[in-house]
């Protein structure tokens, strides 16, 4: 089992950065991605971010790239979501995961842990 726990979510004006974290505890030597999605309201959950854990390889939605970046400290079991230039359209509730699976780390159903999200608000 992991558990993950997120932190660092709240309300931001459009344009701002906020910093999420992920720490994860347990068997967390199983772990091969460590992801970042986000579900608005309405909408189904979407893939954000992810890293790969050992190799730090990194992956990003096209609607993220080049505003968001993903990075972890190994040592901490973290990982964290670095969020710049922030959308109205980012506003959502974002969920670290990790995934045993050694591909497709854009798809949700190949994570097995889930954190209990938080919650980030771009006011526009």
């Known amino acids: 089992q992991v558990q993950l726990v997120e932190s660092g979510g709240g309300l931001v004006q459009t344009g701002g950065s906020l910093r999420l974290s992920c720490v994860a505890s347990?068997?967390?030597?199983?772990?091969?991605?460590m992801g970042w999605f986000r579900q608005a309201p309405g909408k189904e959950r979407e893939f954000v971010a992810a890293r790969s854990w050992s190799w730090g390889r990194t992956y990003y939605a096209d609607s993220v790239k080049g505003r968001f970046t993903i990075s972890g400290d190994n040592a901490k079991s973290t990982v964290y979501l670095q969020m710049d230039s922030l959308k109205a359209e980012d506003t959502a509730v974002y969920y670290c995961?990790?995934?045993?699976?050694?591909?497709?780390?854009?798809?949700?159903?190949?994570?097995?842990?889930w954190g209990q999200g938080t919650q980030v608000t771009v006011s526009s």
């Open positions: 995961a990790a995934s045993r699976a050694q591909n497709r780390p854009g798809r949700s159903s190949y994570y097995d842990y």
């Open positions: 347990g068997r967390t030597s199983s772990t091969y991605f």
